[in-house]
């Protein structure tokens, strides 16, 4: 399997650009997360979902940041207009159905950096 | 406000020794606690969890802690190798699905 595919790995955008993020899952996970790192907060879960429904998006920062998975093949997150602290690490990771937090498979993350 | 803080950003140790990484918490949902391990241009791959009925956990060179008393829990690599260099993060969870980590610890193992 190739694991949970991110992309782009790098992406360098100006304040203001919209900027979309995109990840796959391994094949047959039914749960979704996203991630943002940064150096001083870590790791942040920002939305969960559960068979392509949103369970959880308290992590969310606010209204810029959107969003979606049409199956279960595939997520995107957006952040619309992007701002230059929301330059960080972002995974993604999924987890297999009827499992624990530890066999969460992280990809190896979008590096973002707004200007 | 952040749960899980791990408060040495870096930890440099000889080959062969002890590394002694740490994490203290503050929610007292928590019930079981896990660390990763990061390297470089990768996410982080899972390494050892503690549930909160048991006060160690041990896994080869790894061995996690915990004291729940003190809302603290410790790893410890022995021996120190030079492939674990890496960030670790530890992170707790009270909820099945959410985790909260540490903003992590950059261990560098010296030849």
């Known amino acids: 399997d190739a694991g949970v595919i991110q992309s782009p790995r790098h992406e360098v955008t100006e304040m203001g650009q919209e900027v979309t993020l995109r990840c796959k899952p391994i094949?047959?996970?039914?749960?979704l997360f996203w991630y943002r790192q940064t150096m001083m907060r870590g790791l942040e879960l920002l939305i969960y979902?559960?068979?392509?429904?949103?369970?959880?998006d308290s992590g969310m920062p606010e209204d810029r940041f959107s969003a979606k998975m049409p199956n279960a093949s595939f997520s995107t997150l957006k952040i619309q207009p992007s701002e230059p602290r929301d330059s960080a690490v972002y995974f993604c990771?999924?987890?297999?159905?009827?499992?624990?937090?530890?066999?969460?498979?992280f990809g190896p993350g979008t590096r973002l950096l707004v200007l | 406000d952040q749960q899980v803080k791990q408060n040495s950003p870096s930890l440099s140790v000889q080959e062969g020794r002890i590394s002694i990484l740490n994490c203290d918490y503050t929610?007292?949902?928590?019930?079981?606690f896990l660390w990763y391990k990061k390297y470089p241009a990768e996410g982080p791959t899972f390494l050892i969890s503690?549930?909160?009925?048991?006060d160690k956990n041990e896994d080869g060179r790894f061995t996690v802690f915990l004291n729940k008393s003190a809302k603290h829990l410790s790893l410890h690599i022995v021996p120190s190798q030079p492939g674990d260099s890496a960030v670790y993060f530890c992170?707790?969870?009270?909820?099945?699905?959410?985790?909260?980590f540490g903003a992590g610890t950059t261990v560098t193992v010296r030849a």
């Open positions: 094949s047959g996970h039914n749960s």
């Open positions: 503690i549930s909160s009925i048991k």
């Open positions: 979902f559960n068979n392509n429904v949103p369970i959880d």
């Open positions: 990771a999924s987890q297999p159905p009827s499992t624990g937090a530890e066999t969460q498979y």
């Open positions: 992170a707790a969870s009270a909820v099945d699905y959410k985790l909260s």
């Open positions: 929610n007292s949902m928590f019930d079981y």
